[in-house]
Every structure is written in structure tokens, then in C-alpha cells.
């Protein structure tokens, strides 16, 4: 069963925005640092942002200006915002989430950091 659930995605038109959601079922997300990830047909899967714990975000170039994350604790509830969508950014969509630490920027970038993973959530943009 996963240990994350991803919801948000769809089929949405070049240009438009979506938001995708994360959700913990079983523990409470507010101590933890969470990464959001894609993996389009054929590619490796690449790392799009990271919200700390203190709410600290990191962002990939490529999604800068485009992809907003953020929490709220309240909802144990993660997002990301997309904008601007273009066919490339056709994807499986996944959350990620690890107990935060003492690591730095480098750590939360990578995959292999992340302790609890989502199913991931199909977003498909049309031209």
C-alpha cells in the first residue's frame, strides 16, 4: 500500500495550471522534509522541489518560475503548484517524504534521501 497518496493529476491543456496534492494517511507530516518528483516515459526520474520542515523550499531550474511548492500542516497536506504547462513536462508525478535532519540542500535534492513514497499521479498535457 503506499505510504503516500498523490492526487491532482489529469489531462490538462498547453498553458494551464494544476496543483497536485500529498497526503500522509497513517502519520503526521510536520516534522518531516518532502520532495516532489517526476519520471516522464523513457526518462529518469528528476527532482522538481523540497519543502523542509521550517518550510524552506528548494527548486530545480528547470521548474523555477514554474512549480511552487509549499505545506500546510493543518491538512498534513503537501503541494505543487504548476504553471504554464507544456507537453515536455508530461510526467508521473510522485511525493516523497523523510524525517528532516541536519543535511543541506544536496540531501533533499536526491531520490535515494526519502524514506516514504506515493504511487505517483498521472499528469498529461495536450497541445
Known amino acids: 500500500q503506499a505510504q503516500l497518496v498523490e492526487s491532482g493529476g489529469g489531462v490538462v491543456q498547453a498553458g494551464g495550471p494544476l496543483r497536485l496534492s500529498c497526503v500522509a494517511p497513517?502519520?503526521?507530516?510536520?516534522?518531516?522534509?518532502i520532495g516532489w518528483f517526476r519520471q516522464a516515459p523513457g526518462k529518469e526520474r528528476e527532482f522538481l522541489a523540497a519543502?523542509?520542515?521550517?518550510?524552506?523550499?528548494y527548486g530545480a531550474d528547470y521548474a523555477k518560475g514554474r512549480f511552487t511548492i509549499s505545506r500546510d500542516n493543518a491538512k498534513n497536506t503537501a503541494y505543487l503548484q504548476m504553471n504554464s504547462l507544456t507537453p515536455e513536462d508530461t510526467a508521473v508525478y510522485y511525493c516523497?517524504?523523510?524525517?528532516?535532519?541536519?543535511?543541506?540542500?544536496?540531501?533533499?535534492?536526491?531520490?535515494?534521501?526519502?524514506?516514504?513514497w506515493g504511487q505517483g499521479t498521472q499528469v498529461t498535457v495536450s497541445s
Open positions: 516523497a517524504a523523510t524525517i528532516d535532519g541536519p543535511s543541506g540542500s544536496y540531501y533533499y535534492r536526491a531520490p535515494d534521501s526519502y524514506t516514504y
Open positions: 497513517d502519520r503526521t507530516l510536520s516534522r518531516y522534509a
Open positions: 519543502i523542509r520542515s521550517s518550510s524552506r523550499t
